[in-house]
Structures are given as structure tokens and as C-alpha cells.
């Protein structure tokens, strides 16, 4: 099975220290997703790329989180510098934009706790 | 208003009880719309999509009433295998781009 491959799986942090997260989508998806997950708040959508294009990050904090697609096999979120507040579990997903339908693949997603 | 909403439980039913979700959205020039499933502590899984006639696969029915802008989950015969959270999801239009958005998620906890 084709899978969507995130690194790290875990990362603790201090405050104020840079994270950098990365996501493999499957080959040939042309659109990739980047979600953040809290008890408090669910799944929230932060940003998008189509033909690594970003399409849509109006969901990023854009003082300290960026998001990148550098090449079509790999994508990252960056935070700098972090907070207590980002510790989250972050997902990326990806899915291939045909029209109307279509569903994507989660990645297994990064746990961040910063302290 | 949330712009997808659903009920968040937890349906604690017995084995083998029909249970069904509901999910309110929004938007009405969405698009397509999906159910997932996420176990704890892991990632959300496409569980079926929802098609506007309608669509079963084995225990689990979806049904899409656009007038009303709501879809659902039909699960019958359940097992303790589907206890999970089922996302709702939607993929919407706005100012010319589509975007995904998630319901916060129905906790489903089923008994022996």
C-alpha cells in the first residue's frame, strides 16, 4: 500500500527552539495537506499545496510557522520559534485533485510537545 | 456557526445496535463529502465517501441531503471493532479555491 511517510513520528522541544517537520506524499498526489490536531480543537486545516503551489495557509500562524514544498517528493512545517501552545500532533496528508471527488492519505503524523 | 458540526457523543451502544451520525455543513456549494474514522492515538482513515444518490459499502450507508446540507452515517449490525471517532468531512469552495474541512468528530464506543 502506498503510504505518506512523516518525520519525526515524536519531538519534544524547548520553548523557543526551531522544529522542523517533514512529510513524503505519494508519488503522483498533486495536492498535499498539512492539519494540526488538539483535544481542545479537532483537526484544523493550516495550509495546502496543488502542484506545489501553496493554495491556501490562511490557517498558519504566520508570524512563526511557514510551509514549504521545496520538490514534489517532500514538504515541511516550520516552526520558529515554538511555543507551548503548538504542542499538538501534526499531520500531512495527501490526495490527487480530480475534480469533485476524491479522498487522500493521512501520514501517521509528528507528535510535537514543546516545553 | 462552525462550518462543519457535528454531534460529538460519545453513542455508546450495544453490539450489534444500528447507530447512525449526522453532520451539518455550511457552505452550500460544497462539493464532495467524505466520512473517516480515527482510532486514538492514530491518523484519520477514509472510510467512504458520500455521493449524492447515495452509497452503501457492506455494514455502513451514507446518504447526502443537499437541500437540508447534512450527510450521514448509517452503521448496522455494529461491532466492537467500530468503536472509533467518525470525522466528517468536507471539501467546500471559497473565493475560488476548495478546502478541505473536518467536523470535530462523533465518538462511537460500542459494548460487548
Known amino acids: 500500500d502506498a503510504r505518506v511517510t512523516q518525520t519525526p513520528r515524536d519531538k519534544v522541544t524547548e520553548m523557543g527552539q526551531e522544529v522542523t517537520m517533514r512529510c513524503q506524499p505519494i508519488l503522483g498526489h498533486n495536492t498535499v495537506f498539512w492539519y494540526r490536531q488538539t483535544m481542545m480543537q479537532g483537526l484544523e486545516l493550516l495550509a495546502y499545496f496543488r502542484n506545489r503551489a501553496p493554495l491556501d495557509d490562511s490557517g498558519m500562524p504566520k508570524d512563526r510557522f511557514s510551509a514549504e514544498m521545496p520538490d514534489a517528493t517532500l514538504a515541511t512545517l516550520k516552526i520558529q520559534p515554538s511555543e507551548p501552545r503548538d504542542s499538538a500532533v501534526y499531520f500531512c496528508?495527501?490526495?490527487?485533485?480530480?475534480?469533485?471527488?476524491?479522498?487522500?492519505?493521512f501520514g501517521s503524523g509528528t507528535r510535537l510537545t514543546v516545553v | 456557526r462552525k462550518e462543519v458540526e457535528q454531534d460529538p457523543g460519545p453513542f455508546n451502544v450495544p453490539e450489534g445496535a444500528t447507530v447512525a451520525f449526522n453532520c451539518t455543513y455550511s457552505?452550500?456549494?460544497?462539493?464532495?463529502f467524505f466520512w473517516y474514522r480515527q482510532d486514538c492515538r492514530k491518523e484519520p482513515k477514509l472510510l467512504m465517501s458520500?455521493?449524492?444518490s447515495g452509497n452503501e459499502d457492506g455494514r455502513f450507508t451514507a446518504q447526502l441531503n443537499r437541500a437540508s446540507q447534512y450527510i450521514s452515517l448509517l452503521i448496522r449490525d455494529s461491532k466492537l471493532s467500530d468503536s472509533a471517532t467518525y470525522l466528517c468531512v468536507v471539501n467546500m469552495t471559497r473565493n475560488s479555491a476548495s478546502k478541505i474541512i473536518f467536523g470535530s468528530g462523533t465518538r462511537l464506543s460500542i459494548r460487548p
Open positions: 496528508a495527501s490526495g490527487n485533485y480530480s475534480g469533485a471527488n476524491y479522498g487522500y492519505t
Open positions: 457552505n452550500s456549494a460544497s462539493q464532495s
Open positions: 458520500v455521493y449524492s
